[in-house]
């Protein structure tokens, strides 16, 4: 069974401040993917990485595949109240149909 | 174009009753998926089907039970209902292939189940 690991579970931060979301597993992944989810919707896709050590950068997001292929991070700099939420990873296994969540971590910015 | 669209939203049921989840998807996607989502957690895959007539288990099958009779349409059945159904439930869609985007889901909005 392939396990993802999300840390820290809870981050509460002020408006303006830079925060990183992990992502780590024992498991190589062919892609993983970021979804953020608002409270009562479902999850919405952020990004996709593919290649180890890919780096995508969306506005203030920026997020990172590990070279190993087993963990990612998610930084956000200057974060606005928009960005609360909760940050749901997800890894794909090539050739593989499901994909595999992790735990989330619920972020909430405080304005 | 409605995308994922769920119903009910909301359902209170009680101990040992029956009742279906409703999935439907407008976007010709062939795989469907059910997920469970509890309090301030991931989501666990119940079933996924990869196309019409095909389904199978995930990782929490136990309790549920799914059809695909067609493409548009993946319902998730719940027989004897128990509080540890009790949950938020996601049905989600992608279409097939090997592109950098396949593996997209897309989620609906999801249906609030309580079991008391």
């Given at each position: 069974?392939?396990?993802?690991?999300q840390?820290?579970?809870?981050l509460?931060?002020?408006?303006?401040?830079?925060?990183t979301?992990?992502c780590?597993?024992s498991?190589?992944f062919?892609?993983?993917?970021?979804?953020?989810?608002?409270?009562?919707?479902?999850?919405?896709l952020?990004?996709?990485?593919?290649?180890?050590?890919?780096?995508?950068k969306?506005?203030?997001?920026?997020?990172?595949?590990?070279?190993?292929?087993?963990?990612?991070?998610?930084?956000?700099?200057a974060?606005?109240?928009?960005?609360?939420?909760?940050?749901?990873?997800?890894?794909?296994?090539?050739?593989n149909?499901?994909?595999?969540?992790?735990?989330g971590t619920?972020?909430?910015?405080?304005? | 174009?409605?995308?994922?669209?769920?119903?009910?939203?909301?359902?209170?049921?009680k101990?040992?009753?029956?009742?279906?989840?409703?999935?439907?998807?407008?976007m010709n996607h062939n795989?469907?998926?059910?997920?469970?989502?509890?309090?301030g957690?991931?989501?666990?895959?119940?079933?996924y089907?990869?196309?019409?007539?095909?389904?199978d288990?995930g990782?929490?099958?136990n309790?549920?039970n799914?059809?695909?009779?067609?493409?548009e349409?993946?319902p998730?059945?719940?027989?004897?209902?128990?509080?540890?159904?009790?949950?938020?439930?996601?049905?989600a869609?992608?279409?097939?292939g090997?592109?950098s985007?396949?593996?997209?889901?897309?989620?609906?909005?999801?249906?609030?189940?309580t079991?008391?």
């Amino acid at each position: 069974t392939q396990l993802l690991e999300q840390s820290p579970q809870f981050l509460s931060i002020q408006e303006g401040e830079n925060l990183t979301v992990y992502c780590n597993s024992s498991s190589v992944f062919s892609s993983l993917q970021w979804y953020r989810q608002e409270p009562g919707e479902g999850p919405v896709l952020l990004v996709t990485v593919v290649t180890g050590g890919e780096v995508k950068k969306l506005k203030r997001l920026t997020f990172q595949f590990g070279d190993a292929r087993k963990d990612s991070s998610l930084h956000i700099t200057a974060a606005q109240p928009g960005d609360t939420g909760l940050y749901l990873c997800a890894g794909g296994a090539g050739g593989n149909e499901k994909l595999t969540f992790g735990t989330g971590t619920r972020l909430t910015i405080i304005p | 174009n409605a995308g994922v669209t769920q119903t009910p939203k909301f359902r209170i049921l009680k101990i040992g009753q029956s009742m279906t989840l409703q999935c439907t998807q407008d976007m010709n996607h062939n795989y469907m998926y059910w997920y469970r989502q509890d309090p301030g957690m991931g989501l666990k895959l119940i079933y996924y089907s990869v196309g019409a007539g095909i389904t199978d288990k995930g990782e929490v099958p136990n309790g549920y039970n799914v059809s695909r009779s067609t493409t548009e349409d993946f319902p998730l059945r719940l027989e004897l209902a128990a509080p540890s159904q009790t949950s938020v439930y996601f049905c989600a869609s992608r279409r097939t292939g090997d592109h950098s985007g396949a593996n997209v889901l897309t989620f609906g909005a999801g249906s609030r189940l309580t079991v008391l």
